[in-house]
């Protein structure tokens, strides 16, 4: 979970992105007005109302977020509140120049996602899965691995030339990957988010030179040295210092 601050103007945003898919789950505007409230079932747990704006259109959500410690759950609570004395205090004639919530670049998420993610391999490659013993082709694409800030990692995803996902997920510390010195094809197998619902599987990506395949290789192993590093793990949730946060659509009057 980020606290972002706007580069020229007096706005406070908060952004969540879903672990392993990276999909924005939380994405609204501080305001002078929100109230950070306990849960009665957890001394590690904040809730507050805020006009999210995750899928574009904005609507009224309520949101519960539950941190690994005490501590963390104060830091937050300690920024939060921050930013909103840092609201209060603004000048009035800042106040008269400050943009509506609505209107918002609330697209600014993906420009931020693009700054946050770096590519490390791209190259023509043809995917395919190992299922019921045997191989089967899901298409000829483009192979990705790009460098993820939020999770200081890297992450695999193929899509097909008719644009449909192959392959969608962060290199952890428990993945291998298989390549012979002089092959033309790596083996691995992540847990997978390409349809958003995590999926064992067994995967080949084939190249058209020896090259690209030892390159995917050394990169691969890169990225799993620094899950270590980082601490990513298909267990992810349970083990890092990220929120869980949950958002139960508009209360009930």
């Not at 067994?202 to 040295?225: C, D, M, N, T, V």
């Amino acid at each position: 979970m980020k606290i972002l601050s706007h580069n020229t103007e007096m706005m406070f945003r908060v952004l969540q992105r879903r672990e392993q898919v990276l999909k924005v789950a939380c994405n609204h505007l501080i305001s002078e007005d929100m109230k950070l409230k306990p849960l009665a079932t957890s001394e590690t747990s904040w809730c507050w109302l805020a006009h999210d704006f995750t899928d574009s259109e904005g609507q009224v959500e309520q949101f519960a977020v539950k941190f690994k410690n005490k501590d963390i759950a104060q830091q937050f609570k300690e920024i939060f509140e921050k930013c909103q004395e840092d609201l209060r205090n603004c000048t009035s004639a800042v106040e008269e120049t400050q943009p509506d919530q609505e209107e918002y670049d609330y697209d600014e998420v993906e420009d931020d996602e693009e700054e946050e993610e770096r590519i490390l391999f791209e190259k023509r490659a043809t995917l395919n899965s190992y299922e019921d013993g045997q191989w089967n082709k899901l298409g000829v694409g483009t192979l990705l691995v790009t460098y993820n800030e939020d999770v200081n990692g890297n992450m695999v995803s193929f899509a097909t030339d008719d644009g449909v996902r192959g392959c969608s997920h962060i290199i952890c510390r428990e993945h291998t990957i298989t390549h012979e010195p002089t092959g033309r094809s790596c083996e691995w197998s992540p847990l997978d988010y390409a349809t958003d619902e995590a999926v064992r599987k067994h995967l080949s990506a084939a190249f058209s030179s020896a090259a690209a395949a030892a390159e995917f290789a050394k990169i691969f192993i890169e990225g799993q040295r620094l899950a270590v590093d980082s601490e990513l793990s298909e267990n992810i949730g349970k083990e890092i210092d990220v929120p869980e946060i949950f958002s139960h659509g508009e209360p009930q009057k």
